[in-house]
């Protein structure tokens, strides 16, 4: 019985090799050479860059030169055949540069990655990838981002952006004209912008640092962390996840649950301050100069008035669970509340 199994085997080892064989070479990636071409270019002409249909990565950087210059390289794990399956058209008019990737063929499998340069004194007015990473560096104009699973990372812009990523962290430093983020699934970055700031996240933390401008942040589930914003956050909304925000000038909402909030508070706006959470404490540190009316309650755990609030005049009606008076000269309302958790008071 031995001696006839082991012909079997020999002639069944010589069908996997080959297969195996093949299976290996499906996975070899293949790059045709990078196409460059440059491009004369008015002042203040809109750039578009249109890979939606694509996969691939796109990196456009303003330069000191006055043309535009274009790379763009094609890749594939599929066999050299595929890269002809797709191409770029550039289409120039008056006021316009648009860039766009095509497939040639409906099942082609092949991505196109670009690097692209542009004057300063031109606006980039979109770009989009479907499965890829952006990454802009120093442009100006109002800028629409979109990419379906890829990373965004934008630095040194100047215009109003609007970013979305289906899949992907969005990050964003020393941008300045404003933006409107969102994505899933990752995190949201904002370091050292100037300008109103809009995020959107589901499963996912926002971070919003050293920047200017008001925020409204919200994520369905994760962290919101905010240090040393000279402006407002007028909403910071989250679920089972913590909210800490700090250095800012003054906070309208923040709201989350099964989790603790800090919130350091300078001043408060006109519409007061709300901090709700479900089941978590509350710790809220006021400057010496807040004026303020203050409404404090637990359902269970404790309101405390901690020692380093000292420089704070705090006058009203205390109890174990429930405060409400004035802070200094009294004004607008802090309302903090949590149905399980402690509520403390410091000063700083």
């Not at 082609?108 to 770009?127: H, Q, T």
């Not at 802009?136 to 100047?158: E, Y």
Request: hydrophobic share 40%; with cysteine; charged share 20%.
């Amino acid at each position: 019985m031995l001696v006839r199994v082991a012909p079997l085997l020999a002639i069944l080892g010589i069908l996997v090799v080959p297969l195996c064989f093949g299976c290996g070479a499906l996975g070899l990636e293949e790059t045709d050479v990078p196409h460059t071409e440059n491009y004369s270019i008015s002042q203040d002409t809109a750039v578009t860059v249109l890979n939606g249909d694509l996969n691939g990565d796109i990196r456009v950087e303003a330069w000191g030169k006055d043309y535009v210059e274009l790379t763009w390289t094609r890749s594939t794990t599929w066999g050299k055949a595929e890269l002809e399956k797709a191409d770029v058209e550039v289409t120039q008019a008056a006021g316009t540069l648009e860039i766009e990737g095509n497939l040639l063929s409906r099942d082609a499998k092949v991505s196109v990655d670009y690097d692209i340069k542009l004057p300063r004194n031109v606006l980039l007015a979109e770009v989009n990838t479907s499965d890829g990473n952006i990454t802009i560096v120093g442009t100006s104009g109002d800028t629409i981002v979109t990419a379906g699973s890829g990373n965004i990372s934008v630095q040194n812009a100047a215009g109003h952006l609007d970013i979305t990523a289906d899949r992907g962290k969005i990050r964003l430093e020393g941008t300045t004209g404003g933006a409107e983020l969102a994505t899933a699934d990752d995190v949201i970055e904002v370091v050292s912008a100037d300008g109103d700031i809009t995020a959107t996240n589901s499963n996912g933390g926002i971070t919003i640092s050293d920047c200017k401008g008001n925020m409204t942040l919200e994520t369905s589930h994760g962290g919101i962390h905010v240090d040393s914003l000279q402006g407002s956050v007028l909403v910071a909304k989250t679920k089972n996840a913590p909210i800490r925000i700090e250095g800012a000038t003054s906070v309208g909402v923040a709201q989350t649950s099964d989790d603790d909030i800090t919130v350091e508070i300078s001043s408060v706006g006109v519409s007061g301050t709300s901090i709700k959470v479900d089941k978590g404490s509350i710790a809220l540190y006021l400057s010496s100069g807040v004026n303020a009316n203050m409404e404090l309650k637990t359902l269970s755990g404790e309101v405390a008035v901690n020692s380093s609030a000292g420089t704070l005049d705090i006058q009203g009606e205390f109890a174990d669970q429930y405060f409400k008076g004035t802070v200094g000269a009294g004004g607008s309302t802090i309302y903090a509340e949590t149905s399980k958790g402690r509520i403390d008071v410091y000063g700083f």
